[in-house]
T-cell receptor, first 115, second 114 residues
Framework: DAGVIQSPRHEVTEMGQEVTLRCKPI?????LFWYRQTMMRGLELLIY????????DSGMPEDRFSAKMPNASFSTLKIQPSEPRDSAVYFC?????????????FGDGTRLSIL | GENVEQHPSTLSVQEGDSAVIKCTYS??????FPWYKQELGKRPQLIID?????GEKKDQRIAVTLNKTAKHFSLHITETQPEDSAVYFC?????????????FGIGTKLQVIP
């Protein structure tokens, strides 16, 4: 199993530009999570999908952030327009949700720097 | 919502000593408590977890204890080794709206001094 695959690993761009982060969950997993990690706030859940449907997006900071999951094997997190305060590591994680909790498996993350 | 507090934020121990990281949670409905280890520049990885119907769980040098009454749980690492150096996150999870909502602690940076 290749695990959760994220791209790009690093992204440096100027403020105001659109940023798109990509995630391929583990095959067979039906839940997908996007997290943002910073020194100050730790790991914050941005949005959660179950069976490709957004279930909880209460962590999305503002309208500049949007996420989609068009199919079971792909999700995107988009920031438009980007701002310096969006600089962070963004992780995608997936799990197989069934009766009883199943642990989340994280991707390697995307280190985003907005200049 | 759930609030998870984690202490200490940093911890230095000599190689071979034990390390203990403590977490408290606020929501008594939380029923699953995973611990993740994150090495520098890498992904968080699950190292051990415990469910609310269990008080203690061990896996070689790692153990986790849970006190549901007091709403706190702890990670214990014995015979620490330099490769244990990392950031450790606790988390509390409960069912909410048909799925498990996970709240992470802020993390503990563990340094094992050779």
């Amino acid at each position: 199993d290749a695990g959760v695959i994220q791209s790009p690993r690093h992204e440096v761009t100027e403020m105001g530009q659109e940023v798109t982060l990509r995630c391929k969950p583990i095959s067979g997993h039906n839940s997908l999570f996007w997290y943002r990690q910073t020194m100050m706030r730790g790991l914050e859940l941005l949005i959660y999908f179950n069976n490709n449907v957004p279930i909880d997006d209460s962590g999305m900071p503002e309208d500049r952030f949007s996420a989609k999951m068009p199919n079971a094997s792909f999700s995107t997190l988009k920031i438009q327009p980007s701002e310096p305060r969006d600089s962070a590591v963004y992780f995608c994680a997936s799990s197989f949700t069934r009766q009883g909790y199943q642990p989340q498996h994280f991707g390697d993350g995307t280190r985003l720097s907005i200049l | 919502g759930e609030n998870v507090e984690q202490h200490p934020s940093t911890l230095s121990v000599q190689e071979g000593d034990s390390a203990v990281i403590k977490c408290t949670y606020s929501d008594s409905a939380s029923n699953y408590f995973p611990w993740y280890k994150q090495e520098l520049g890498k992904r968080p990885q699950l190292i051990i977890d415990i469910r609310s119907n269990v008080g203690e769980k061990k896996d070689q040098r790692i153990a986790v204890t849970l006190n549901k009454t007091a709403k706190h749980f702890s990670l214990h690492i014995t015979e620490t080794q330099p490769e244990d150096s990392a950031v450790y996150f606790c988390a509390a999870s409960k069912e909410s709206g048909g799925y498990q909502k996970v709240t992470f602690g802020i993390g503990t940076k563990l340094q094992v001094i050779p």
